[in-house]
């Protein structure tokens, strides 16, 4: 006889257990993600240099002056790349140049081959050696992926040494600009680093463009593969693609394509067009994938194979309300800010961001946006786990002028590498150009426009998007209006003065200026030790708060702030890299407090409402959210577990039936 029982709520293959009056959280099935070692694809190789680097700081930068990266380096000792000197207990008040040296041998069969070094990324200037020579620098973007042709200096068949010269001190030419942003100031090889040798001519990148038509019973997918190449050749027509398309994270791993292709050339992009019979979309409760292989053919002989993953989405605004694929949504989420792992710092392992993100999702968070570009694998768990971001380059609170050409120079690769290298990831549905400013002034508002206009360059098929902490007071003079949705960040109650009920009169405002514009509210919450009550406050605030947003359908969604307590050089608590803000419903060993709690219970779609047991027979009965969250249950379960054992009494599907 069952004694006692606990309910759970199951999407398809995973189950996550929770007691019977807990708030229900919806996970769905992933699957793991794969490391990042070396490994061979073909023609091309990749071989990863993450590992041990020699590390010495260069306080009295007289590196280059003393050719450091051809003489070695006094004081060296060795490191783990991905690595941050800031959490490193000698160096982690320094702020400045350091460098980062290592030695490795080329094949010897890489001869004839075209060679590249990727950075995933160097916060936040790089310059870089290799074998005693400058062979290029990457300055002022240091959360962006980069890969630069390095034939001419790598010897195949011999010893190799690459020397790195990092700097991470405020400069008036980076951004984030000179010391301007609320988070950890890490500088170091903070990604990972690898080798990359294929043949010629090979693949830059490929922007996937889907497309789906169909009903919930069957999709069609269109695609237009848009491929740019290493070397902007001629090849006279002789050049041709070997495309293959699988199913990614799914039940199966099916090849859904496969074909040898000619390709349509317009300038020095080649298109290849082609239709799918039946797809899968993705969404956030069933992230659906597809990974695409891409290969030249040139005169019958193979040169390179290229690989990204990519999903079918639409996700739009229409008469002021967000639709994915098709269906109305409102979203719920929260924002994580990463690096905040003591041990690692901005060079946090896969694992551990895997762990956040499980956690995220555990607490019904389907929405989030990060401050700066984010590490691959941040994008790909997001992708495979099924949570909505907006990415953002990271200009934060100064004002932003781009009559200065260098920043704008700078604000212009920050939004390229991060578009084309996340381009293809369904998870990303805007990208965000700037947090926070004084977004009043015409000087801001001619620096946006100008880089909202690089980024739709970029892509014309997403959100772009402007953070405002400005628009409650000033909706009229505000630049946020001009943008595809109003981002608000509500501190009513705490850094702007007043109460919960100011942010509700506020939001209205907004609202009657602009009637057509959805609203998400994009950070609110409680920060100490700046503003008192501890937790309970926390708990109360997010309550009224999230009073105001779900009576207002114009609200589309919300992403608290924040996720965990974070190392930020700003912080009012601690020294070094123990500096932070307490500011999340986690603390900073990712402990939850009871805030997170309630959290998940205002995020989730679905609570149990009562259950009666008669007769050996159980009926349960769940409300489902049609206001804030907001979208269709599919495919979920209700598995009753035995308490004291942990084995599945009996199991049925939840049926979506009556209001």
């Avoid at 694998?377 to 100064?398: M, S």
């Avoid at 959100?463 to 960040?489: L, Q």
């Avoid at 769940?622 to 379960?637: A, E, G, K, M």
Wanted: proline content about 4%.
């Amino acid at each position: 006889m069952v004694s006692w029982i606990k309910f759970e709520i199951m999407h398809q293959r995973l189950r996550r257990l929770i007691n019977s009056l807990a708030i229900l959280s919806f996970i769905p099935f992933l699957l793991v993600l794969a490391s990042c070692s070396g490994e061979t694809q073909g023609p091309r190789e990749t071989v990863s240099l993450n590992g041990e680097w020699m590390f010495a700081v260069d306080t009295g930068n007289v590196g280059i002056i003393e050719q450091w990266f051809s003489n070695g380096m006094p004081g060296e000792r060795v490191v783990k790349v991905p690595h941050t000197w800031n959490v490193d207990d000698e160096t982690e008040f320094h702020y400045g140049q350091a460098w980062y040296m290592k030695e490795f041998n080329v094949p010897a069969s890489w001869l004839k081959k075209q060679m590249f070094i990727e950075f995933e990324r160097v916060y936040h200037d790089a310059r870089v050696w290799i074998n005693g020579k400058r062979a290029f620098d990457h300055i002022g973007s240091g959360y962006t992926t980069f890969r630069e042709d390095v034939t001419q200096y790598l010897l195949p068949g011999k010893r190799n040494r690459v020397a790195v010269l990092v700097d991470n001190s405020p400069g008036a030419n980076t951004i984030p600009y000179m010391g301007s942003f609320d988070w950890a100031m890490d500088g170091g090889i903070i990604g990972h680093v690898n080798l990359v040798a294929t043949g010629t001519p090979s693949v830059k990148n490929v922007l996937v463009h889907s497309d789906f038509i169909g009903t919930g019973e069957k999709y069609e997918g269109k695609l237009i593969l848009e491929t740019l190449l290493e070397q902007n050749i001629d090849f006279d027509g002789d050049i041709q693609f070997r495309v293959i398309i699988r199913e990614e994270n799914q039940q199966t791993s099916d090849i859904i394509s496969e074909g040898i292709h000619q390709a349509k050339i317009a300038g020095n992009r080649y298109y290849i067009e082609l239709e799918l019979s039946s797809v899968r979309l993705w969404h956030f409760d069933d992230p659906n994938l597809y990974k695409l292989s891409l290969s030249p053919i040139l005169e019958g002989r193979q040169t390179d194979e290229f690989e990204t993953v990519f999903g079918f989405r639409k996700f739009n605004i229409q008469d002021g309300k967000l639709y994915l694929n098709n269906e109305h949504i409102r979203l719920t989420g929260v924002e994580w800010m990463p690096g905040s792992d003591t041990m690692h710092g901005m060079a946090e392992p896969d694992e551990y961001i895997e762990r956040v993100i499980d956690d995220m999702k555990n607490a019904n968070c389907i929405f989030t946006r990060f401050h700066w570009q984010q590490s691959k694998a941040t994008i790909d768990l997001c992708n495979r786990k099924g949570i909505l971001v907006q990415e953002e380059i990271p200009l934060w609170q100064q004002p932003v002028d781009f009559a200065n050409p260098p920043l704008s120079d700078i604000a212009a690769l920050h939004a390229e590498e991060m578009i084309m290298r996340d381009y293809n990831a369904p998870c990303i549905i805007a990208w965000g150009i700037g947090n926070e400013l004084q977004s009043t002034l015409n000087s801001t508002k001619k620096s946006l426009f100008q880089l909202k206009a690089m980024v739709e360059k970029l892509d014309s098929n997403r959100i772009v998007s402007y953070v405002s902490n400005h628009v409650g007071e000033n909706p009229e003079d505000d630049v946020s209006a001009y943008f595809d949705w109003i981002m608000m960040n509500d501190y009513y109650g705490t850094w702007f003065g007043k109460d919960a009920e100011a942010a509700g009169l506020a939001l209205d405002k907004i609202h009657e200026i602009y009637p057509d514009k959805p609203v998400i509210i994009s950070e609110w919450g409680l920060c100490e030790p700046r503003f008192t009550g501890g937790d309970e406050r926390r708990v109360r605030d997010m309550e009224a708060h999230y009073a105001q947003y779900v009576e207002r359908p114009y609200v589309q969604g919300y992403i608290y702030f924040n996720y965990n307590d974070y190392r930020t050089h700003m912080g009012e608590e601690g020294e070094g890299k123990l500096r932070r803000r307490v500011h999340g419903v986690v603390d900073h060993n990712l402990e939850h407090k009871p805030s997170y709690e309630m959290l998940k219970k205002l995020s989730a779609p679905v609570q149990l409402d009562h259950f009666t047991g008669d007769d050996g027979k159980l009926v349960l009965s769940f409300l489902v959210s049609h206001t804030l969250p907001s979208y269709t249950i599919r495919d979920y379960n209700v598995s009753v577990l035995n308490a004291s054992s942990g084995e599945i009494v009996n199991e049925a599907v939840l049926d979506q039936t009556g209001p």
